[in-house]
């Protein structure tokens, strides 16, 4: 509080000084203009007066000194005769727009292209400007080009990538696909690599697996791999052929149909194998050697090994596979092998052809003697009914082509139709087929001569 009141009483005393104060300046001026008025100036008065004109025709002087020089004769006696403390000779206009210094013809500043976020006039066209050589982006060759970098793939990003490129491989079979996911990676100096999992991979898959990476190889070559890129990937499987034998026993004499498919398709230089002659140290590995080399002696003439894995799967023609299936067939009723005539079964990986082995059984059925044929092959339908190999659509497909064809078969088989519903019965007592199946059977209906007195007619 007694802060607060010395304040107030400072600005007090403040406010009573600037009021004498500005008395005295009224009182001086009064008495100047008194002095004025009568002529009785002192000189102190006298000069005082004298310096407040020198510096009000100054600033007269300052303010018609930024008038333009260019304008009209015109224009200069119109302001003669008008007021001297106005550019133009007139009172300004509220809100006028023109210039108030004189300068310009009074047109919108730029053409009215000057506004705030304008780049130009409607319809201007601006001109190619020259690098500037001071620029510290400046460029001596010329135009920069941006380019995409895609960072190089280290050994654990590459397993990762390349694995799943190599399975969906094996799904549709189209090495240009590969080729263009491998164009959009940067193996950089890894690039053999891609050979080597390739390959590795296809040792634990099927024989159509292993014809699909062996043409993939060969599409490589010369396109995004060279010879001794896939040198150097075959260098590097057998240095790992102990550890891939874990999962592969067969891995050796995979490996040497694999380097003798490449030599032949002119995917690994010819000299290959000669670098290792005398050099090998691993049993597993001079035994993939020695495989490859029999192969290539055994074709003389360079030509392409096209049947080293065997034509997998839907690629056989169907005359072939139809070979296999009656031999398969044979086989088993000579030596009553199931497990055998399972595993060869797999290999032609055809489950979509499998009803062609059950139309080829009830045929071979059909056409023995005694009954022997007739258990055995009931037993090895059961056997691969059992373990899902044959399923119910394939099952009941090949039963029905015999049905459509029984009429035919008949011309060479008089006793089809009764051995056909034995063994149909036999199938269904041994759950192989469904109870609507074994009724669609059909039966040779009997045909009987009726009396004489009938015409001699036909009655079934």
């Not at 001086?28 to 310096?51: C, M, R, Y």
């Not at 210039?99 to 976020?117: C, E, F, I, Q, V």
Request: net charge negative.
């Amino acid at each position: 509080q007694v802060l607060s009141a010395i304040l107030i009483d400072v600005v007090n005393i403040i406010l009573r000084i600037t009021a004498v104060l500005s008395i005295k300046s009224h009182q001086s001026q009064f008495t100047l203009d008194i002095a004025e008025v009568n002529g009785n100036w002192t000189p102190q008065e006298k000069a005082l007066h004298e310096a407040r004109l020198k510096a009000k025709a100054k600033r007269r002087v300052r303010k018609s000194s930024s008038r333009s020089e260019s304008l009209s004769e015109s224009l200069s006696g119109e302001l003669a005769d008008g007021d001297s403390h106005s550019p133009k000779g007139k009172v300004p206009v509220p809100n006028d727009r023109k210039s108030r210094t004189g300068k310009g013809r009074g047109l919108p500043k730029k053409g009215g292209a000057g506004g705030k976020g304008v780049w130009g006039a409607a319809g201007m066209v601006y001109e190619v400007e020259e690098p500037d050589v001071k620029d510290p982006n400046y460029d001596e060759i010329g135009d920069t080009v941006y380019a995409t970098v895609v960072p190089e793939l280290d050994e654990r990003e590459l397993e990762k990538t390349v694995n799943p490129i190599v399975q969906e491989y094996f799904e549709h079979g189209d090495t240009k696909e590969v080729q263009m996911l491998l164009r959009e990676l940067n193996l950089g100096h890894h690039k053999y690599e891609f050979s080597s999992l390739a390959v590795s991979l296809s040792l634990e898959g099927k024989a159509s697996h292993r014809e699909l990476t062996s043409r993939l190889l060969r599409d490589l070559v010369g396109k995004e791999l060279s010879e001794s890129d896939m040198a150097r990937a075959f260098d590097k499987i057998l240095k790992e052929l102990p550890d891939l034998m874990l999962d592969t026993p067969e891995a050796p004499q995979m490996l040497g149909q694999f380097i003798a498919r490449a030599i032949a398709d002119h995917a690994l230089p010819m000299a290959f194998l000669d670098r290792y002659k005398g050099k090998v140290d691993c049993d597993h590995a001079r035994a993939a050697l020695d495989r490859a080399a029999v192969l290539l002696s055994m074709k003389r003439e360079m030509v392409r090994l096209d049947n080293v894995w065997g034509v997998g799967g839907g690629l056989r023609p169907v005359k072939h596979l139809v070979k296999e299936m009656n031999l398969l067939l044979k086989e088993y009723l000579v030596s009553g092998e199931v497990k055998e005539a399972e595993r060869c079964l797999r290999d032609l990986e055809v489950p979509h052809f499998h009803h062609e082995l059950v139309y080829e059984a009830v045929v071979m059925v059909l056409e023995s003697k005694g009954d022997t044929a007739v258990k055995m092959m009931c037993k090895l339908l059961q056997a691969f009914w059992k373990i899902g190999l044959v399923t119910v659509d394939q099952m009941n497909r090949g039963f029905q082509r015999v049905y459509d064809e029984l009429p035919e078969i008949n011309l060479d088989v008089p006793h089809a139709h009764s051995i056909m519903e034995s063994f149909t019965d036999l199938c269904y007592q041994e759950s192989v087929i469904t109870k609507q199946l074994r009724d669609s059977c059909p039966s040779r209906g009997r045909k009987r001569f009726v009396s004489e007195g009938d015409g001699g007619l036909i009655k079934n």
